[in-house]
């Protein structure tokens, strides 16, 4: 069945801080043209996070991530390498 989860940009769930997800553009019907980018959605979304999510193309001048997605949590940008780590260190886990 196909779903179309570029529809939904964010998920209206428990509170806390906002998070949000630089990543790249969606398309195709995808989330994003980048894998990874969809699996970071997935795994928010699974979670029962709320989050937003940012067109890397709009990001403010100057910020340049040589991977996506990045983990924008408070004033802490978190690159791929560490994402997943620090959802579960802040108690958040599929």
């Known amino acids: 069945r196909y779903c179309n989860m570029a529809a939904t940009t964010a998920q209206v769930l428990p509170a806390g801080p906002t998070l949000r997800l630089l990543q790249y553009s969606p398309a195709w ?48 940008a978190v690159e791929p390498d560490g994402l997943y780590a620090h959802l579960r260190e802040g108690g958040i886990d599929a």
């Open 29 to 76: 019907g995808a989330p994003s043209v980048d894998p990874r980018c969809t699996k970071a959605q997935a795994y928010l979304r699974v979670c029962g996070r709320s989050y937003e999510v940012e067109d890397a193309s709009a990001a403010a001048p100057g910020w340049s991530p040589l991977l996506l997605p990045v983990l924008r949590d408070g004033a802490r």
